[in-house]
């Protein structure tokens, strides 16, 4: 008797684990069961637009959905983000992020529409892209210290060229500026090109631009590459000395990373990061991001989470002792 009750009870308690699931489970098979959008705040063609397309390629094959990426470009991605920060939060709308309008904009613009940590939820961080120094063969630095030594002597009278005050790459060289302790004058642009041409024109000093824009120029021999924004040393460019070899504790990369609108089901942020984790241990992933000289990274929500905030104080911080403002 004790035995059929124990068996009538084991069933019962199966029975209602099953039902309890049931909705956990079926939403996990439901979900996507319509096209799923990725917004890229940056126009085609561009590092993030090739980050964003090869994850949304790859989630497709996964969930044999449609993942369509809407490139929404202006205000420095600012537009992008507020587009998914408002966007209904079911998972159907997501948004590569990066460090621009996501870590800076909120420290410069009092205006912003929306707040990072308040209507995003963060998914994953994908990718980290390094930065270069590089300067125009005329300047007599051969490396950072040079550099930083012919700064020191010349106050004021060298230049180096943006893709836009409060980009990540502005930031990056006031970060340089703080710890070397120089003074350098910052020349923004209206994008990274007529940044490049200008320097490789003689009409700036240097350049902090991200590494894919600066390689074929870097290896044609028109401009010099000094040193890569990361703590190590990129494997894109093994014999170029990182920042922190000369600044120790100087790091300075744009990241990309997938976020959602706040309130998104937690199951569907997992489900996601999960299999973004997956799409970044694929042997063309990796060599299609190498190729762009990025590193892939697979991040929980929240180490994502804790990225972000950090990223935030770190940032504010230079951009109030810079006393840069919106233009």
């Known amino acids: 008797m004790i035995n059929i009750v124990s068996r009538m009870l084991r069933a019962s308690l199966i029975s209602f684990a099953m039902v309890s699931l049931a909705p956990l489970v079926m ?16 126009p085609p063609g561009g590092t993030a637009d090739i980050v964003g397309r090869t994850i949304a390629e790859k989630l497709g094959v996964i969930w044999g959905q449609s993942v369509i990426v809407e490139n929404r470009a202006g205000a420095g991605g600012t537009i992008g983000v ?5 966007a209904a939060p079911d998972g159907y709308t997501m948004v590569l992020g990066v460090t621009g309008p996501l870590t800076i904009a909120p420290s410069i613009n009092s205006q912003l529409a929306y707040d990072p940590l308040r209507d995003l939820v963060p998914v ?13 063969p005329s300047v007599p630095a ?3 210290k040079e550099l930083i030594a012919l700064a020191k002597s010349q106050p004021g009278k060298l230049t180096f060229a943006s893709a836009g005050n409060g980009t990540s790459v502005h930031i990056a ?12 004058l910052h020349v923004p642009y209206k994008g990274g090109v007529p940044a490049l041409n200008d320097l490789m024109g003689g009409q700036v000093s240097m350049i902090i631009e991200n590494m894919p824009q600066l390689l074929p120029q870097v290896r044609a021999g028109k401009i010099r590459a000094l040193a890569v924004t990361t703590q190590q040393r990129s494997p894109a460019l093994a014999d170029l000395p990182a ?8 790091e300075a990369t744009t990241w990309f990373g997938l976020l959602a609108p706040a309130k998104t089901p937690q199951e569907i ?42 990223e935030l104080v770190r940032f504010s911080k230079v951009i109030k002792d810079a006393n840069i403002k919106a233009e």
Do not use: C, W
Not at 82 to 86: G, H, L, P, R
Not at 124 to 136: D, E, F, G, M, W
Not at 173 to 184: F, N, Q, R
């Open 142 to 144: 051969r490396d950072l």
């Open 27 to 42: 939403g996990q098979q439901a979900y996507p069961n319509k096209p799923v959008r990725i917004i890229v705040p940056y």
């Open 124 to 136: 994953t961080l994908v990718a980290a892209v390094p930065s270069l120094i590089a300067v125009h």
């Open 243 to 250: 920042v922190s070899e000369v600044l120790p504790g100087y």
């Open 269 to 310: 942020v997992r489900k996601v990061q999960s299999d973004v984790a997956k799409i970044g241990m694929l042997p063309d992933v990796k060599d299609r991001f190498a190729g762009l000289g990025a590193e892939v990274i697979a991040s929980t929500p929240e180490a994502f989470a804790t990225h972000l905030r950090s």
């Open 173 to 184: 060289g006031e970060l340089l500026k703080s710890m070397a302790g120089v003074d350098i």
């Open 82 to 86: 507020d587009a998914a920060a408002k």
